[in-house]
């Protein structure tokens, strides 16, 4: 099956820092997704980017689907961006996600 | 619209007891998939429904069980529970053939 990873898979930032955060994937995708999980256990979901770049706020995302990876963006981290972030991909929309490990990200103030 | 609502929150048990947990989907939503979530590990796939049938499993023992309603929510059954299944279950419900999933905030099981 699908093998994903996540990397780094700590980070702590100071309050106002920028990060970057990996996700590699082994085989071709339709469907990939970025999540954050926050400390009561929630998916939330941030983005659906099987390819190309979105934005959203200080949120941003690439998927390069021929090289078989993604990225994530934060900009000007804030202490409510702490938790984890999961990337999850799939076949289809009907084909279950497979997560990642996951990065835990703590934003110190 | 009303979002994905898992019961109960948390959960303790003994070793070789049955749990059922509950999840009611997004309105909307016809697909339900459950999730396990080991400590500091990715959600795993246990399986998925759709029109009331399993419709995808992961590599989980038949033990563990489950049903979709008419109104598409689910409900997932652990029987001869293991100190192994402490983990936090998570309920996603979505719409068939399009991508998006909407994810309850999940019960937390300890097995004792």
Redesign the interface.
Known sequence: GIQ?EQSPPDLILQEGANSTLRCNFSDSVN?L?W?HQNP??????LF?IPSGTKQNGRLSATTVATERYSLLYISSSQTTDSGVY?C?VGNS??????????TRLSVIA | ETGVTQSPTHLIKTRGQQVTLRCSSQSGHNTVSWYQQALGQGPQFIFQYYREEENGRGNFPPRFSGLQFPNYSSELNVNALELDDSALYLCASSLRDFYGYTFGSGTRLTVV
């Open positions: 994903v469907n997704q999540f009561w256990g929630q998916l939330i979901n659906y999961f999850a929309g009907n084909t279950p996600l497979v997560f990642g490990k996951g």
